[in-house]
T-cell receptor
Framework: DQQVKQNSPSLSVQEGRISILNCDYTNSMFDYFLWYKKYPAEGPTFLISISSIKDKNEDGRFTVFLNKSAKHLSLHIVPSQPGDSAVYFCAASVYNNNDMRFGAGTRLTVKP | EAGVTQFPSHSVIEKGQTVTLRCDPISGHDNLYWYRRVMGKEIKFLLHFVKESKQDESGMPNNRFLAERTGGTYSTLKVQPAELEDSGVYFC????????????FGPGTRLLVL
């Protein structure tokens, strides 16, 4: 039972444009959401998070939006840079649990 | 400060053999997690230690998998006997607290069962 879904396995954008990565979840108990970034042969690294009491969190070029009613979140990268090319994983957890459930990842390619 | 380390980085074994993976968390991190990613699918939670105790092992696939964390420092994950479907990348992560605390991942162990 996959509770976190990333339906786009890949995304390609031009340098300088916006990248939008999407994620859907099914478990209404989730109240903390994260994005991780993964380069080849490395482990995932934390990128940005949002709790369910917010609908937006911004950190530099990265913004995460949360729509609780739709059980949907998205990651916006503006402007996209070639170094952003990686696999991005969406993850969700229950606040006091920290046992994360991940999506399958979206491979982002930013073309120069 | 050293990050999470995992050993070995790669392992190729035959079906029926035993493999033991090791994870050394960041020093001082009481929480240690094991995850597995199979064939480009989602990163799946396996289990969570708080110090030497298993907080949650609901993700362990079956009794061929045994995780230990004696002394609350490093952890081992043993697969015995290994099956073809056990192939994948096994990630370990650690965090300072159990609640909202960033999990830091190791580079993973790539296991191939032939």
């Amino acid at each position: 039972d996959q509770q976190v879904k990333q339906n786009s396995p890949s995304l390609s954008v031009q340098e300088g444009r916006i990248s939008i990565l999407n994620c859907d979840y099914t478990n209404s108990m989730f109240d903390y959401f994260l994005w991780y970034k993964k380069y080849p042969a490395e482990g995932p690294t934390f990128l940005i998070s949002i709790s369910s009491i917010k609908d937006k969190n911004e950190d530099g070029r990265f913004t995460v939006f949360l729509n609780k009613s739709a059980k949907h979140l998205s990651l916006h990268i503006v402007p996209s840079q070639p170094g952003d090319s990686a696999v991005y994983f969406c993850a969700a957890s229950v606040y006091n649990n920290n046992d994360m459930r991940f999506g399958a990842g979206t491979r982002l390619t930013v073309k120069p | 400060e050293a990050g999470v380390t995992q050993f070995p980085s790669h392992s190729v074994i035959e079906k029926g053999q035993t493999v033991t993976l090791r994870c050394d968390p960041i020093s001082g991190h009481d929480n240690l997690y094991w995850y597995r990613r199979v064939m480009g699918k989602e990163i799946k939670f396996l289990l969570h230690f708080v110090k030497e105790s298993k907080q949650d092992e609901s993700g362990m696939p079956n009794n061929r998998f045994l995780a230990e964390r004696t002394g609350g420092t490093y952890s081992t994950l043993k697969v015995q006997p290994a099956e073809l479907e056990d192939s994948g990348v096994y990630f370990c992560a650690s965090s300072l607290w159990t609640g909202l605390s960033t999990q830091y991942f190791g580079p993973g162990t790539r296991l191939l069962v032939l």
